[in-house]
């Protein structure tokens, strides 16, 4: 027979092996009445650099693996190919009529080290995503700087491995950086630069 202690033991190494995270995601973007952008342009190509920079809570900066940037890249790329704006949208166009350049950067915040560290559960984790495109012409002069952002909250507890399929902090992030695009693409548009 099972005695108490031996259940309660399994319960415990059960929970703590199923914990499970999620990412919500908040903050204000412009309104998308329209995408794509509608309206005749001469279609330009656009040759697109994504830089990305983490910042710790206790202000140590870190570079992203290059797996992440290649992720996070294709999100962006998605944006701009689905404008409909750009004759050719590539990382690597060499003469591009127009070049975006990129920068993200993940500045973790409140709960990160004690999360980190502590792996005492449940457990938040909130950090600020900023997305700083700068748009030059061909002769490297600058048409514009946007700058948008996003507050990511991802919640560490043994019952959310239900919920880590559908809202997993990968996922989260590339569709934050998604959505920074489309608004910088549009801001972009009414301000001329596209």
Request: glycine fraction near 8%; aromatic fraction near 10%; charge should be positive.
């Amino acid at each position: 027979m099972v005695s108490k202690r031996m259940i309660t033991l399994l319960l415990v190494l059960v929970t703590s092996a199923s914990v499970g995270c999620t990412t919500f995601r908040s903050g204000r973007l412009p309104p998308m009445s329209e995408w794509p952008p509608a309206g005749a342009v001469p279609k330009k190509s656009i040759s697109l650099l994504l830089t990305g920079e983490m910042k710790e809570a206790w202000g140590q900066r870190l570079s992203f693996s290059p797996r992440v940037l290649r992720t996070w890249r294709a999100h962006v790329l998605e944006a701009y190919q689905e404008s409909g704006l750009f004759s050719q949208v590539d990382a690597a166009v060499e003469n591009a009529d127009l070049r975006a350049e990129a920068r993200v950067e993940k500045r973790k915040r409140e709960g990160w080290p004690f999360c980190a560290y502590s792996l005492v559960l449940p457990c938040i984790g909130i950090a600020e995503l900023t997305l700083s495109t700068t748009v030059r012409n061909r002769d490297g002069d600058t048409l514009g700087v946007f700058t948008y952002g996003q507050t990511l909250t991802t919640w560490w507890e043994p019952l959310l491995i239900l919920t880590m399929p559908f809202a997993y902090p990968g996922v989260v992030e590339g569709r934050a950086l998604y959505d920074l695009s489309r608004a910088t693409i549009v801001e972009a548009r009414q301000h001329g630069a596209f």
